[in-house]
């Protein structure tokens, strides 16, 4: 596609709740990034996929978080029993290769909500 | 670990007024430096980067930022700010061969005033 899409643009979720958020990368891109952005602050690092290969998964804040890129192209980030401190804003971001060379082109994120 | 400060929250500026954005890195090893705009509803965009040669980088919509590796900085400029600049600025960095695993800033709110 031409940009990198995310769904749900909305989720909310009762806590307990299990919930997952779909990232489509620009197709052809082997690298994909998840971001968390907690109200009023920077985005975060979470995990990062070459391929299908979860390469680096140091930033997920704890074992209620998994992310799949079965396929090495459409990646799904699942949070499990979710709690308040996990509302904020996931973002998705892919590019052609993994190198800093390469333009990270960002999704417009996915928005949840803990109640 | 990297860290990264942008020390305004929130800058205003008169429309055709210069701007300064500052950002402030600390690292134990050398890394890539990025500015990042936010505009409402939409995803991070590119503005620049640096990865190694000149030390002053331009970008799109006119701005520019210098690399101080002794002040350890990293400031976006631009001589003249329209409207349509007001958006959310992040400062990023990334170790050399960590590649788009970025460590991001605060954030700067840029609000341009008619």
């Known amino acids: 596609g031409a940009g990198v899409s995310q769904s749900p643009r909305y989720k909310v979720a009762k806590r307990g709740q299990d919930v997952a958020l779909r990232c489509d990368p620009i197709s052809g891109h082997v690298s994909l990034f998840w971001y968390q952005q907690a109200l009023g602050q920077g985005p975060e690092f979470l995990t990062y996929?070459?391929?299908?290969?979860?390469?680096?998964k140091s930033g997920l804040p704890s074992d209620r978080f998994f992310a799949e890129r079965p396929e090495g192209s459409v990646s799904t980030l699942k949070i499990q029993r979710t709690q308040q401190e996990d509302s904020a804003v996931y973002l998705c971001?892919?590019?052609?290769?993994?190198?800093?060379?390469?333009?990270?082109?960002f999704g417009a994120g996915s928005r949840l909500t803990v109640l | 670990a990297q860290s990264v400060t942008q020390l305004d929250s929130q800058v205003p500026v008169f429309e055709e007024a210069p701007v300064e954005l500052r950002c402030n890195y600390s690292?134990?090893?050398?890394?890539?430096l990025f500015w990042y705009v936010q505009y409402p509803n939409q995803g991070l965009q590119l503005l620049l980067k640096y990865l190694s040669g000149s030390t002053l980088v331009k970008g799109i919509n006119g701005f520019e930022a210098e690399f101080n590796k002794s002040q350890t900085s990293f400031h976006l400029r631009k001589p003249s700010v329209h409207i349509s600049d007001t958006a959310e600025y992040f400062c990023?960095?990334?170790?050399?061969?960590?590649?788009?695993?970025?460590?991001f800033g605060g954030g700067t709110r840029l609000m341009v005033k008619p």
């Open positions: 690292s134990s090893v050398s890394v890539y």
């Open positions: 990023a960095v990334s170790p050399i061969g960590a590649g788009n695993m970025l460590t």
């Open positions: 996929f070459q391929n299908e290969a979860q390469l680096d």
């Open positions: 971001a892919s590019s052609l290769l993994g190198g800093a060379d390469n333009v990270l082109t």
